[in-house]
């Protein structure tokens, strides 16, 4: 879903006409056209019904019109607080993976092109220069050496990954007692230490049977897609995850919230323009739930 297609749809559903909306916008009416069929089919859902040569929002159109509206109107707004002699680069420090903030950085950056972002993924939780960043993206036990403010991004809790051929596969839910005989990949760093979805295997009243460890969460995703064994993963990868059509990601019972995600930042510290733009886009989005609107379809 791009910023141009929120934009052309909200276009159409002003006039309730492709041909006066491309007029406005000054594009060519199929282009016009093949955007929205795109849009609608991105999402699954017809947002118009063809009536009388009108574009008439369908129940689905007209609550897909006013989520648009506001996250145009939250685009707006940030761009208000924007000099022409801002800074124009962002560092965020991720010690943990969250595919929710990458996705914010994503569609932030659609509407500011001008503003370079500089990420960095930290491994099982490796130590890192924490004041070299801006914001700094880390559960609710990380210490920082210096006071923060914090914005919960996400309450954690746990998805197991198994193969779709898996007698387990089609549950909507999964305990730990139901997949303990199960082999398993595990995160593992360079001084012997399991991921925590190790430890909770062990609280839980069994030595996982570990097949295969990295040090690398991108191995450890691309082994369990293969379908070679099961993966733990926390709530920030599962849009990654439920995209694999080989694999089931099912909740795991009995770890709800157990290490939410938050956005730090210096409390001590005068954001840039960008940087206070990009918190109050985050805030908003997180408040109002627009995140939900930049997940895929599979979700």
Same mark, same amino acid.
């Given at each position: 879903?791009?910023?141009?297609?929120?934009?052309?749809?909200?276009?159409?559903?002003?006039?309730?006409?492709?041909?006066?909306?491309?007029?406005?916008?000054?594009?060519?009416?199929?282009?016009?056209?093949?955007?929205?069929?795109?849009?609608?089919?991105?999402?699954?859902?017809?947002?118009?019904?063809?009536?009388?040569?009108?574009?008439?929002?369908?129940?689905?159109?007209?609550?897909?019109?006013?989520?648009?509206?506001?996250?145009?109107?939250?685009?707006?707004?940030?761009?208000?607080?924007?000099?022409?002699?801002?800074?124009?680069?962002?560092?965020?420090?991720?010690?943990?993976?969250?595919?929710?903030?990458?996705?914010?950085?994503?569609?932030?950056?659609?509407?500011?092109?001008?503003?370079? *972002?500089? +990420?960095?993924? &930290?491994? @099982?939780?490796? %130590? =890192?220069? !924490?004041?070299?960043?801006? *914001?700094? +993206?880390?559960? &609710?036990? @990380?210490?920082? %050496? =210096?006071? !923060?403010?914090?914005?919960?991004v996400e309450a954690r809790s746990f998805y197991v990954a198994l193969p779709?051929?898996?007698?387990?596969?089609?549950?909507?839910?999964?305990?730990?007692?139901?997949?303990?005989?199960?082999?398993?990949?595990?995160?593992?760093?360079?001084?012997?230490?399991?991921?925590?979805?190790?430890?909770?295997?062990?609280?839980?009243?069994?030595?996982?049977?570990?097949?295969?460890?990295?040090?690398?969460?991108?191995?450890?995703?691309?082994?369990?897609?293969?379908?070679?064994?099961?993966?733990?993963?926390?709530?920030?990868?599962?849009?990654?995850?439920?995209?694999?059509?080989?694999?089931?990601?099912?909740?795991?019972?009995?770890?709800?919230?157990?290490?939410?995600?938050?956005?730090?930042?210096?409390?001590?510290?005068?954001?840039?323009?960008?940087?206070?733009?990009?918190?109050?886009?985050?805030?908003?989005?997180?408040?109002?739930?627009?995140?939900?609107?930049?997940?895929?379809?599979?979700?």
């Amino acid at each position: 879903m791009e910023l141009l297609q929120l934009q052309y749809f909200e276009c159409i559903a002003r006039h309730e006409s492709v041909t006066r909306a491309a007029e406005e916008l000054r594009i060519s009416q199929p282009s016009l056209s093949g955007s929205v069929l795109r849009l609608e089919k991105e999402l699954g859902m017809a947002l118009f019904e063809r009536k009388n040569r009108k574009m008439i929002l369908t129940s689905y159109g007209e609550y897909f019109l006013s989520t648009t509206r506001r996250v145009l109107e939250l685009i707006n707004t940030s761009r208000l607080s924007f000099t022409s002699d801002m800074p124009d680069r962002i560092s965020i420090g991720f010690q943990n993976y969250n595919e929710k903030i990458l996705s914010l950085i994503e569609h932030f950056q659609q509407a500011f092109p001008q503003v370079e *972002f500089n +990420v960095y993924g &930290s491994t @099982l939780n490796a %130590p =890192f220069s !924490t004041k070299s960043f801006s *914001f700094i +993206v880390g559960n &609710s036990d @990380l210490k920082l %050496p =210096f006071p !923060t403010n914090k914005l919960l991004v996400e309450a954690r809790s746990f998805y197991v990954a198994l193969p779709k051929n898996h007698p387990l596969s089609d549950r909507k839910s999964l305990s730990m007692a139901e997949i303990k005989d199960d082999a398993f990949c595990f995160l593992r760093e360079g001084h012997g230490n399991f991921e925590y979805a190790y430890q909770l295997c062990i609280e839980s009243g069994f030595v996982p049977k570990c097949i295969f460890s990295t040090n690398n969460a991108f191995y450890k995703y691309r082994y369990v897609c293969n379908g070679s064994a099961l993966g733990f993963f926390p709530t920030g990868w599962y849009p990654l995850l439920a995209s694999q059509e080989n694999i089931s990601v099912i909740p795991l019972t009995g770890f709800d919230n157990f290490s939410n995600i938050l956005l730090y930042w210096p409390q001590n510290f005068i954001l840039s323009p960008a940087e206070q733009a990009f918190l109050d886009y985050v805030s908003a989005a997180l408040k109002s739930n627009l995140y939900e609107d930049f997940l895929p379809s599979v979700i």
